[in-house]
């Protein structure tokens, strides 16, 4: 019988990655889950270790071999470009390359659908110069997750609200049927399952995950 792993979890108190977070803890795969970013998880647990950060610059992984990362904002809620791009690119490669050095073997990153590092929008290509970064660190696994308009409850994660989202999900919702899968809004627990059963399979590689392979069904 194989040893359980260790897991490392960036972002979990945001929408996927407490997703994450709670099924890590709920399955047996893993003896420790580590959990890193600005404010502690709600709940303790068992296996659960928590580690709160002001910043990711100079951050040093435990001995870990798996690792989960969900870190991401907006500009606006960010405040500027620059305020983004430190949390969608350099915290999340500051993690990884920490991860990396620790002996983790399998990432698992949350992008954006439309991620492409030669896209003419901002917000597209920080995501997809990350998915570079991370794809030239030497992981055996990586797997990317790509998807479109995340549904939950933000209100409880204390996050900030965000009025257009809130209009975009509803319509959204009620124009379902005649939105193709990718384009369909999805639950950030849907998100964290499929990336957790990805990187758990250890396929060698890339994998890109769309948003509609990930739908629940």
């Known amino acids: ?68 990362i969900a870190l991401g904002t907006t500009i606006k809620v960010a405040g500027s470009r620059e305020a983004f791009r430190s949390i969608d690119f350099d915290a999340v490669v500051a993690v990884a390359r920490a991860a990396r050095a620790a002996g983790a073997t399998r990432l698992g990153v949350v992008s954006a659908m439309g991620a492409d590092s030669r896209s003419p929008v901002f917000y597209n290509r920080v995501k997809g110069e990350m ?9 055996e696994t990586v797997v990317i997750a790509r998807p479109s308009l995340l549904a939950g409850d933000r209100a409880s994660l204390k ?29 950030a627990a849907d998100v964290a399952a499929a990336l957790i059963a990805a990187v758990q399979l250890g396929q060698p590689g890339p994998r890109v995950l769309l948003s509609g392979e990930m739908q629940s069904h």
């Open 1 to 68: 019988m194989a040893a359980a792993r260790v897991a490392l979890v960036a972002g979990a108190t945001g929408l996927v990655g407490q997703a994450v977070l709670a099924r890590l803890l709920a399955g047996k795969a893993y003896s420790t889950v580590y959990a890193v970013g600005r404010r502690a998880p709600d709940r303790q647990r068992a296996r659960l270790v928590a580690q709160v950060t002001d910043s990711f610059n100079g951050f040093a992984a435990p001995p870990v071999d798996d690792v989960f």
């Open 131 to 139: 998915e570079e970064a991370v794809l030239a660190m030497g992981f």
């Open 159 to 187: 996050q900030a609200q965000r009025p257009r989202e809130k209009w975009a999900l509803a319509a959204m919702t009620l124009f379902k049927p005649l939105i193709p899968n990718n384009y369909r809004t999805i639950a």
